[in-house]
């Protein structure tokens, strides 16, 4: 699968974008080529800036688990459901984006905000 380069495209915040998490550093860090929510700033992402902070999701579900993963429900190309794992919060280089799979509303935007600021 080819990576595309972001600056092609423009990711916004709320998308859920399809990305190479590969390599890995650690072994407690998420890798694969999985879908990412956007979770940084529009300023920064439609400037020449050149990494995204991004929150992995993970199609092993895991119930009742907020605050540490918030459920999303497959839609659009995002094919299955899973859960942000929001203490698996990070920056990437902006070439690992690959495609767009959908867009969170802005009340679940909302709600991963309430989260994050909680285990913060």
């Known amino acids: 699968m080819k990576v ?11 998308e859920i974008w399809l990305v190479n998490l590969n390599p890995v550093r650690k072994k407690n860090e998420m890798g694969k080529i999985r879908p990412v929510l956007v979770f940084q700033n529009n300023i920064l992402n439609h400037s020449d800036y050149p990494a995204t902070i ?32 929001i203490t698996q919060i990070r920056a990437i280089d902006n070439g690992r984006f690959i ?19 909680e285990i913060v």
């Open 4 to 14: 595309l380069k972001v600056h092609s495209m423009m990711v916004s915040k709320g």
């Open 54 to 85: 991004v929150i992995p999701l993970s199609s092993r579900l895991i119930d009742d688990a907020e605050p540490i993963r918030y459920r999303v429900h497959k839609k659009d190309n995002l094919k299955e459901d899973s859960d942000l794992v």
């Open 99 to 117: 495609e767009k799979l959908t867009t969170l509303t802005d009340k679940q935007m909302q709600k991963v905000k309430e989260l994050f600021d």
